[in-house]
């Protein structure tokens, strides 16, 4: 009799599909090679349109299961879909943390919020011809005050069927400590459940992903770090890319990207995964 544990199954997700095309290109080798099993869609990045997505849909359709969602995208340096859409600067939205500002200190209008987020879920199903499987948000956006709750009310009203993303990482103290920003996404992420709960929207039990991009890292340790303690169906967060000229103009996340790409697509992946008793769905 085999008494060995069935292998947790989780989600690893490539955020900013729609960023670049160097970015899209690293997503759809990783899906195509079963490394990734899934990705989130910026409808408002350049480098998003019938070809790219035709392409990722090309790249998904080749692997067993592949979950494609929406990134919500509500920051500096990209643009609205709606016309009057507000806080803005010189056209585009505001940076991360005048939003995370605005919307701590309630000076966010949340309907407006909420149009953008409802126009960018009907450009998703534009695209791609159906809703998104889940919902997340560049720069986690969805966990904002204010915004969280027009973000889950356009989810509840256009893809109702789709589970959304939280940020709690299932770390210890010591641990989340060690990493200020995972703590603060703890922090947001515990109304956020409550809030989706309240509305009856599915979303992950357990996160990770969240780590220091502007200093050097051993990003096969830190994924290590990752799978530990990460519950069935939690969600990783990676952001593999190749860099362009589109990518530096418009990102700082340039050759960390690079380096996710080469450990995700290398053999001690795999070899990691099965020493954790992980799988990829």
């Given at each position: 009799?085999?008494?060995?544990?069935?292998?947790?199954?989780?989600?690893?997700?490539?955020?900013?599909?729609?960023?670049?095309?160097?970015?899209?290109?690293?997503?759809?080798?990783?899906?195509?090679?079963?490394?990734?099993?899934?990705?989130?869609?910026?409808?408002?990045?350049?480098?998003?349109?019938?070809?790219?997505?035709?392409?990722?849909?090309?790249?998904?359709?080749?692997?067993?299961?592949?979950?494609?969602?929406?990134?919500?995208?509500?920051?500096?340096?990209?643009?609205?879909?709606?016309?009057?859409?507000?806080?803005?600067d010189g056209g585009m939205f505001v940076?991360?943390?005048?939003?995370?500002?605005?919307?701590?200190?309630?000076?966010?209008?949340?309907?407006?919020?909420?149009?953008?987020?409802?126009?960018?879920?009907?450009?998703?199903?534009?695209?791609?011809?159906?809703?998104?499987?889940?919902?997340?948000?560049?720069?986690?956006?969805?966990?904002?005050?204010?915004?969280?709750?027009?973000?889950?009310?356009?989810?509840?009203?256009?893809?109702?069927?789709?589970?959304?993303?939280?940020?709690?990482?299932?770390?210890?103290?010591?641990?989340?400590?060690?990493?200020?920003?995972?703590?603060?996404?703890?922090?947001?992420?515990?109304?956020?459940?409550?809030?989706?709960?309240?509305?009856?929207?599915?979303?992950?039990?357990?996160?990770?992903?969240?780590?220091?991009?502007?200093?050097?890292?051993?990003?096969?340790?830190?994924?290590?770090?990752?799978?530990?303690?990460?519950?069935?169906?939690?969600?990783?967060?990676?952001?593999?890319?190749?860099?362009?000229?589109?990518?530096?103009?418009?990102?700082?996340?340039?050759?960390?990207?690079?380096?996710?790409?080469?450990?995700?697509?290398?053999?001690?992946?795999?070899?990691?995964?099965?020493?954790?008793?992980?799988?990829?769905?």
């Amino acid at each position: 009799m085999n008494d060995a544990a069935p292998p947790r199954r989780i989600w690893l997700c490539a955020d900013d599909y729609g960023l670049s095309p160097g970015v899209n290109r690293a997503i759809r080798d990783l899906i195509e090679r079963g490394r990734l099993n899934a990705t989130s869609v910026m409808v408002v990045g350049p480098a998003i349109g019938r070809a790219e997505v035709s392409a990722l849909q090309a790249a998904a359709g080749k692997t067993p299961r592949c979950a494609i969602g929406l990134h919500v995208t509500l920051t500096a340096p990209f643009r609205p879909l709606t016309m009057h859409f507000k806080p803005l600067d010189g056209g585009m939205f505001v940076a991360f943390p005048k939003l995370l500002r605005a919307g701590l200190l309630r000076r966010l209008d949340p309907e407006i919020i909420h149009a953008e987020v409802m126009v960018q879920l009907s450009a998703f199903a534009e695209f791609f011809g159906r809703s998104p499987e889940f919902v997340d948000g560049h720069q986690h956006v969805q966990l904002f005050p204010q915004v969280r709750d027009a973000f889950l009310s356009a989810v509840k009203a256009a893809a109702p069927a789709a589970w959304v993303r939280q940020g709690g990482d299932n770390q210890t103290l010591v641990q989340r400590l060690r990493t200020p920003k995972a703590l603060v996404l703890d922090i947001l992420s515990a109304q956020f459940r409550r809030r989706a709960s309240q509305a009856e929207i599915a979303f992950n039990p357990g996160f990770a992903g969240v780590y220091d991009f502007s200093r050097p890292s051993d990003f096969g340790g830190l994924m290590e770090q990752f799978l530990d303690r990460l519950p069935e169906h939690g969600v990783i967060m990676c952001h593999p890319g190749f860099v362009d000229d589109t990518l530096v103009s418009l990102d700082p996340l340039t050759t960390v990207r690079e380096q996710e790409h080469a450990f995700l697509g290398g053999e001690d992946f795999p070899r990691l995964l099965a020493a954790n008793n992980v799988t990829l769905y």
